[in-house]
Nanobody
Framework: QVQLVESGGGLVQAGGSLRVSCAASGLTFSMYATGWFRQTPGKEREFVAAISRSGGSTYYADSVKGRFTCPRENAKNSVFLLMNSLKPEDTAVYYC????????????????????WGQGTQVTVSS
């Protein structure tokens, strides 16, 4: 059974940094591309970042480009979302997601591409 567990969310002031982690189990992690999404009340889940299963390819939403990165450590079955220069508009519940990928350098940006999801972690940025 595939399981993704996020941790590391919290409250931070605008301009600050935060690291959110996602630990995966029940899968051969190196065969799964991963992504990060976020959601605020009343809005659809929004793509944030994606990384290929090899870690060699990444893609970011324009709203976070240059501020967020999403490295992964396949040996530790983990992926991270490193968030810098946080803004109040980054406040959301952040979800990690994973999907099996035959192609080592492919990444996925649509929520419908992903089969496994974490439970989400709240990130709140105060002004």
């Amino acid at each position: 059974q595939v399981q993704l567990v996020e941790s590391g969310g919290g409250l931070v002031q605008a301009g600050g940094s935060l690291r959110v982690s996602c630990a995966a189990s029940g899968l051969t992690f190196s065969m799964y591309a991963t992504g990060w999404f976020r959601q605020t009340p009343g809005k659809e889940r929004e793509f944030v970042a994606a990384i290929s299963r090899s870690g060699g390819s990444t893609y970011y939403a324009d709203s976070v480009k240059g501020r967020f990165t999403c490295p992964r450590e396949n040996a530790k079955n983990s992926v991270f979302l490193l968030m810098n220069s946080l803004k109040p508009e980054d406040t959301a519940v952040y979800y990690c997601a994973a999907t099996h990928s035959w192609l080592s350098e492919s990444y996925y940006t649509r929520a419908t591409d992903y089969r496994a999801w974490g439970q989400g972690t709240q990130v709140t940025v105060s002004s």
